[in-house]
């Protein structure tokens, strides 16, 4: 295959370039960038994207009530369960709950939930299940401070994502100067996503040995022309799954990412699969 963003700078970051904590036994971390108590100046923001951590919390454990605020929080749960609550919502039992409040608490294979924390939230996540919960924690930072705290979720079949890329979050309408109502009804420019107070972007595809997935930058949202795109391979196949970006020579292989650069919206990149299982691949697209 021949490359087709010849303008398009491709730099991989490592997965042995991220930082890696564990704590108490009960936590498994690893950061995309600067996060905690690990600093590189390399890794400190790319775009809107700031915080991009992979996790496994063991059963029974997780991170208790503590605060945020002024950025948009999102987790995308790989396998596993987690339980989740916030000062946005009345906190919920952690026994066998209602189905409106498991809806809102519980968030398993497939599910993303996504918090604005703005002025100012307080949650916790936490795993009561037996086995391990994998998944990504990501954060963006919003186009403007002060926004009022906000809490959604979704979910996306894998299904779905075998077929091709899946968008998950995109800019709320109205951008940094919507309404009180637009606001309010939180519509998204993507239908089908959830919306984010940032000129932002995430997919997920699932990718097949062999098979090939076409991102299109920007995804027609936003105004900027000119754009950058994080894709990041998660640790989901015991190392077995790996990618090549635009037909370059380097091959990503998990725990991997690579930052893209220099990139128009409207620009294809390709993303192909070319290890021994199929890849579970996230795009992260901004200006």
């Not at 009530?65 to 929080?73: C, K």
């Not at 916030?86 to 939930?113: A, N, V």
């Not at 979910?155 to 109205?174: I, M, N, Q, T, Y």
């Not at 990503?252 to 919206?265: H, M, P």
């Amino acid at each position: 295959m021949t490359n087709t963003l010849r303008h398009a700078k491709i730099t991989p970051h490592l997965s042995a370039a991220r930082g890696h904590a564990t704590h108490g036994g009960w936590l498994d971390t690893y950061h995309s960038f600067s996060f905690a108590g690990w600093h590189n100046p390399d890794f400190t923001q790319f775009g809107a994207l700031r915080v991009l951590n992979e996790d496994r919390v063991k059963g029974n454990s997780g991170f208790p009530t503590h605060p945020h605020n002024n950025y948009e929080i999102f987790s995308y749960v790989l396998s596993g369960e987690l339980t989740h609550t916030d000062s946005t919502q009345q906190k919920k039992t952690t026994g066998d709950e209602t189905p409106e409040s498991d809806l809102f608490c519980r968030i398993r294979r497939g599910d993303m939930q996504f918090t604005t924390a703005g002025t100012g939230v307080t949650h916790s996540e936490y795993n009561y299940g037996r086995e391990p919960v994998h998944f990504l924690q990501i954060w963006a930072t919003p186009w403007k401070r002060g926004l009022a705290p906000r809490y959604d979720r979704g979910h996306w079949a894998d299904d779905d994502k075998r077929a091709g890329f899946v968008s998950l979050l995109s800019p709320l309408k109205g951008g940094p100067d919507a309404t009180l109502a637009q606001e309010k009804a939180a519509e998204p420019m993507i239908p089908g996503t959830m919306a984010i107070h940032a000129d932002f972007v995430m997919a997920a595809g699932i990718i097949a040995p062999g098979g090939r997935f076409e991102w299109v930058v920007g995804a027609k949202v936003g105004e900027a022309a000119k754009r950058k795109v994080y894709v990041h391979l998660p640790m989901t196949k015991g190392g077995k799954a790996k990618i090549r970006l635009d037909g370059r020579e380097d091959v990503l292989g998990e725990g991997d990412g690579a930052f893209v650069e220099g990139v128009n919206a409207g620009d294809k990149l390709v993303v192909e699969s070319v290890g021994d299982a199929e890849a579970e691949v996230i795009v992260l697209d901004t200006a």
